[in-house]
């Protein structure tokens, strides 16, 4: 989404209102969107994580302030609020709506880990061995 788009078309939702979106909220709008719109990418599931403001340029006062949703995690199928400062925020269904990301690029960082170890083994061994027999540790292969 255009630079000039986010600017005339954000609003800030208040119960049933519409008003003018604060200045702040549309910077973080434009730079989110810019940084990070169109990225898609999957993490456990098919669905992906999907980014980016896809015409929805409203604010929205929540739990831990104003916030915008740019986020889709496809996983949860749920939307997560990008709060005024830059960390991520979601409750999904019955959960407590909380902070789940210090930011956009930790989320990242954090999915791209989670990706890389989902293919290590996640097997525990347990090995007896008799009591006069000292036990080896042997390194991985």
Do not use: K
Not at 22 to 44: H, S, T
Not at 82 to 90: K, V
Not at 104 to 133: I, K, N, Y
């Amino acid at each position: 989404m255009a630079t000039t788009d986010i600017r005339s078309m954000a609003v800030l939702r208040v119960d049933d209102r519409i008003e003018a979106a604060p200045d702040e909220l549309i910077e973080a709008m434009i730079g989110f969107e810019e940084r990070f719109g169109g990225l898609w990418y999957p993490v456990i599931g098919s669905n992906g994580m999907e980014y980016g403001l896809d015409g929805g340029v409203v604010v929205h006062r929540g739990p831990l302030g104003l916030a915008f949703t740019g986020i889709v995690d496809g996983d949860w199928t749920w939307g997560i609020d990008i709060l005024a400062d830059g960390r991520t925020a979601m409750g999904p269904g019955q959960w407590s709506y909380r902070v789940i990301d210090r930011s956009v690029d930790q989320r990242l960082e954090s999915h791209a880990m989670l990706v890389t170890v989902s293919g290590w083994f996640h097997r525990t061994f347990t090995c007896h061995t008799p009591r006069e027999v000292v036990p080896v540790e042997f390194p991985p292969l």
